[in-house]
């Protein structure tokens, strides 16, 4: 297993992912969004879930990233 500096905060809707991505940005945190089915289109492969995005924090800023994400939770009730 390898040791990695970055959690998943959230994993769905790349409308919801965006949406959580710029409240992050707006609060200082940058994320990483991670999109397989946009690499594997761009290698030329198909995916079977279309618009599904995970996305990533440092370790450092899980805590603060998670207070966003139940805020945008209870916003959408996702």
């Known amino acids: 297993m390898t ?3 970055y959690t ?3 994993s769905g809707n790349f409308i919801v992912v965006q949406m959580l991505r710029d409240r992050l940005e ?3 945190i940058t994320p990483i969004v991670k999109d397989e089915s946009e ?3 761009l ?3 198909g995916a079977s ?3 599904f995005q995970e ?3 440092s370790n450092e800023e899980e805590k603060k990233a998670n207070a966003i994400l139940n805020e945008v939770n209870e ?3 996702i």
């Open 43 to 45: 290698a030329g492969f």
């Open 55 to 57: 996305l990533y924090v």
């Open 8 to 10: 998943k905060l959230f």
């Open 39 to 41: 690499s594997g289109r």
């Open 75 to 77: 916003e959408l009730k």
């Open 49 to 51: 879930i279309q618009g």
């Open 3 to 5: 040791d990695t500096n």
């Open 26 to 28: 707006i609060a200082g």
